[in-house]
């Protein structure tokens, strides 16, 4: 299977996703963040250094899981925008 070079969005999706698994982490050692969610640590390495920039989605809510992050919260971080149709926070009703 030959894989397509990823362009420049998705790399910088990449890094801004590695740098909110980072910050999320925090003092946590990457080791223990990885097992908790089943990965390996290599691989959490590379999705927090930004060398998997578009890593598998059960990965991702794995890692954010551990991490207590909701996946809303990761989508608005790595896309800079709300999802469409994102959940609604609570209390607030539709028009």
């Given at each position: ?14 890094q801004r996703l ?78």
């Open positions: 299977m030959v894989r397509l070079p990823l362009t420049p969005a998705e790399v910088e999706r990449g590695g740098a909110l698994l980072r910050r999320a982490r925090g003092p946590r050692s990457m080791l223990e963040t990885a097992l908790d969610a089943g990965v390996s640590p290599e691989t959490l390495r590379k999705i927090e250094s930004g060398r998997v920039a578009t890593p598998a989605f059960p990965t991702i809510a794995a890692i954010a899981d551990v991490l207590a992050l909701s996946l809303d919260e990761v989508w608005t971080e790595i896309n800079g925008t709300p999802r469409r149709g994102a959940v609604r926070e609570a209390g607030e009703r539709s028009a």
